[in-house]
C-alpha cells in the first residue's frame, strides 16, 4: 500500500513570498489533515478535510494560509504571503474516517520542510 | 499552561535498557491517548493508543494511562538501536506533546 506521498520535501523561499505544498492521500482514506510542525514542537493542526468538505480550520490563520481539496483526494496548502515564523514542517496524514468519539489511525507523509529567510 | 506537557529530553539510554516516556496533560475530558514514533526526516507514526485508563502492551510497548493524576506513561522493554526516535504523545488525536528525543547507544 502507498503511502501518503508530499512535494516538495524541501523549499526555501524569502518573507513575503508565496508558497503552495501539495499532498496526495492513501487511496480510499477519506479524511485528510494538514498540520504545522515547528522545530521542537509537537504538530498543530491547521485543517482537516472530510472528503472536499471542511471539518476543521480553526487553528489555520486565513489571512494568509489556505487550503482545498478539490474531488476530495489531492489537497493543496498555500501560505501567501510567508512569515520568517512561518518556518516549519508542513506535514499531511489521511486517515479512513474521522467520526467523533473514534479513533481512526493517521497516516503521516514525510512531510515538507519550509524554511523562509 | 500547555494541555500536554512533555519532557523534551534528550534521554540516552545503553541498549537493553528499559525506558519511560511521559506526558502530563491539564484537560480531565481527554479520552484517547495516543503514543508516536517519529524517526529523523520523517512524519510520525501511530504506536499504541488507550482509550481511558489502564495499560496496553504491544510487544516491547507498554502504554499506561492514569487519569487520577492526568499522567501517561510510555515503556520500551529492551530497547535497541533502532527505537531511536522522538516519541510523541497525543490526546484525542490532535494534542500533542512536544516529543522526546531518545537515543539508544549500542
Known amino acids: 500500500e502507498a503511502g501518503v506521498a508530499q512535494s516538495p520535501r524541501y523549499k526555501i523561499i524569502e518573507k513575503r513570498q508565496s508558497v503552495a505544498f501539495w499532498c496526495n492521500p492513501i487511496?480510499?482514506?477519506?479524511?485528510l489533515y494538514w498540520y504545522q510542525q515547528i522545530l521542537g514542537q509537537g504538530p498543530k493542526l491547521l485543517i482537516q478535510?472530510?472528503?472536499?468538505?471542511?471539518?476543521?480550520d480553526s487553528q489555520l490563520p486565513k489571512d494568509r494560509f489556505s487550503a482545498e481539496r478539490l474531488k476530495g483526494v489531492d489537497s493543496t496548502l498555500k501560505i501567501q504571503p510567508a512569515k520568517l515564523e512561518d518556518s516549519a514542517v508542513y506535514l499531511c496524514?489521511?486517515?479512513?474516517?474521522?467520526?467523533?468519539?473514534?479513533?481512526?489511525?493517521?497516516?503521516f507523509g514525510p512531510g515538507t520542510r519550509l524554511t523562509v529567510t | 499552561q500547555k494541555e500536554v506537557e512533555q519532557d523534551p529530553g534528550p534521554l540516552s539510554v545503553p541498549e537493553g535498557a528499559i525506558v519511560s516516556l511521559n506526558c502530563t496533560y491539564s484537560n480531565s475530558a481527554f479520552q484517547y491517548f495516543m503514543w508516536y514514533r517519529q524517526y529523523s526526516r520523517k512524519g510520525p507514526e501511530l504506536l499504541m493508543y488507550?482509550?481511558?485508563?489502564g495499560n496496553k502492551e504491544d510487544g516491547r510497548f507498554t502504554a499506561q494511562v492514569d487519569k487520577s493524576s492526568k499522567y501517561i506513561s510510555l515503556f520500551i522493554r529492551d530497547s535497541q538501536p533502532s527505537d531511536s526516535a522522538t516519541y510523541l504523545c497525543?490526546?484525542?488525536?490532535?494534542?500533542f506533546g512536544t516529543g522526546t528525543s531518545l537515543t539508544v547507544i549500542p
Open positions: 487511496s480510499g482514506h477519506a479524511t
Open positions: 478535510f472530510q472528503n472536499n468538505g471542511v471539518v476543521d
Open positions: 496524514a489521511s486517515s479512513l474516517g474521522s467520526l467523533a468519539g473514534a479513533v481512526y489511525e493517521q497516516y
Open positions: 488507550t482509550y481511558s485508563s
Open positions: 497525543a490526546m484525542d488525536q490532535f494534542y
